[in-house]
């Protein structure tokens, strides 16, 4: 059952409340008492789902919440969550009134848009901004000192903002080499020394940042990754200050069993022949379900044993070699522990040349998430 609702596929997704729990305390005893933690739960808590992984975070003691886009603040008032909101990504001029009646904070870095949007700001209510600077990351934020004077100077005259935040992203925190995340900060600071007066919340950290850097923690961080257990690159995996516990699971049954004679082939295209008599089996997972296709070949945990996935991955289906027979109803784990064996999300990434971050996002909405 999930949300009340009955399943009749046997394939899900299990979330380790406690793990996020557990995660975010850990972080939070890294920081000093006056830095506050901001949790990102954007695209649906990277994959974990947004309101409960919210709700974990803030147990294990994030101040606020962190979103892409105005949609998803939206999602966590709906369900309740009071807690501060940042949307870290572009808004409309026009939706800054919505914004500004659920008290979301939004993220601004354009003259501009702060002139447009004060019309669509009730007279009664004010909008918390944040001022993006751009340090070298070149995606959203102001790139010269000269506008964060105009912008500063515009919300604190206006009586629709209330300056509540400025803030930068590195561009490479969770590499090693650290020379240009050095210039980034250099520069932020310089922009945070353009500033008549410092807003309540000043903040760089990722969570590479807050793991691996240490000097850049100001008084706010904004860390996502690691909340889930997950390290921010293989690169710095080794430095960490506290293994983090996976949250994310992945898992089917055995819906189909029989034995292939040599010679028999397996699948759309025909990829795999089967050498002898080989015992193959079917699970109810496809690339529909954020399960690519290129993870043909990839083992999975079938019971107690290893079973590499053979021929090419379907919508909706996929086929094991199994080193014996099982019964149907069997389980399989694609992500996860199982009878002593184990998956790591980084597994997984590693196989797809992508990082972790990539494949909890990716597994689809067609995969329920069971909230343990
Ligand atoms: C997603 C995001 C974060 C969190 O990054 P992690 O690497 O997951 O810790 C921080 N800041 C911004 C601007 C982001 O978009």
Request: aromatic share 10%.
């Amino acid at each position: 059952m999930v949300d009340g609702q009955q399943l009749y596929r046997d394939t899900w997704a299990e979330i380790n409340v406690d793990a996020i729990v557990y995660n975010m305390r850990e972080m939070c005893k890294l920081l000093p008492d006056e830095t506050k933690a901001f949790a990102a739960v954007k695209a649906n808590g990277y994959g974990h789902g947004a309101v409960q992984t919210a709700r974990a975070v803030l147990k294990g003691g994030a101040h606020g919440l962190l979103v892409a886009f105005l949609d998803e603040a939206l999602e966590l008032r709906r369900a309740g969550l009071t807690a501060p909101i940042l949307v870290l990504g572009y808004t409309r001029a026009e939706d800054a009134g919505v914004a500004a009646k659920e008290d979301i904070s939004l993220t601004v870095y354009q003259y501009d848009w702060l002139q447009k949007a004060e019309t669509f700001i009730p007279g009664e209510s004010r909008l918390s901004v944040h001022i993006k600077c751009d340090t070298g990351m070149n995606r959203i934020g102001i790139k010269e000192p000269s506008e964060l004077s105009l912008m500063e100077d515009f919300i604190e005259a206006s009586s629709s903002y209330y300056f509540q935040g400025i803030y930068t992203h590195f561009a490479t925190a969770d590499q090693i080499e650290e020379q240009y995340y050095q210039q980034q900060l250099a520069r932020f600071r310089a922009f945070l020394g353009m500033l008549k007066t410092l807003p309540p919340y000043v903040h760089a950290a990722n969570s590479a940042a807050t793991l691996y850097h240490h000097d850049s923690l100001f008084n706010a961080i904004r860390v996502g990754i690691a909340l889930y257990g997950l390290s921010p690159s293989p690169e710095i995996k080794p430095y960490l200050p506290f293994e983090g516990r996976e949250a994310f699971s992945l898992h089917t049954k055995i819906i189909h069993i029989k034995k292939l004679s040599a010679g028999e082939t397996i699948g759309y295209g025909a990829t795999y022949t089967a050498e002898e008599n080989e015992w193959i089996a079917t699970i109810p997972i496809g690339y529909a379900d954020g399960w690519l296709r290129h993870l043909q070949g990839f083992q999975v945990i079938a019971d107690d044993e290893w079973a590499p996935i053979v021929g090419r991955i379907c919508m909706d289906q996929t086929m094991i070699k199994l080193p014996r027979y099982m019964p149907i109803g069997t389980n399989v784990t694609l992500i996860g522990e199982q009878c002593g064996k184990k998956i790591s999300v980084d597994h997984v990434a590693e196989k797809l040349n992508t990082i972790n971050y990539e494949v909890t996002c990716m597994i689809s909405h067609r995969v329920p998430r069971i909230y343990l």
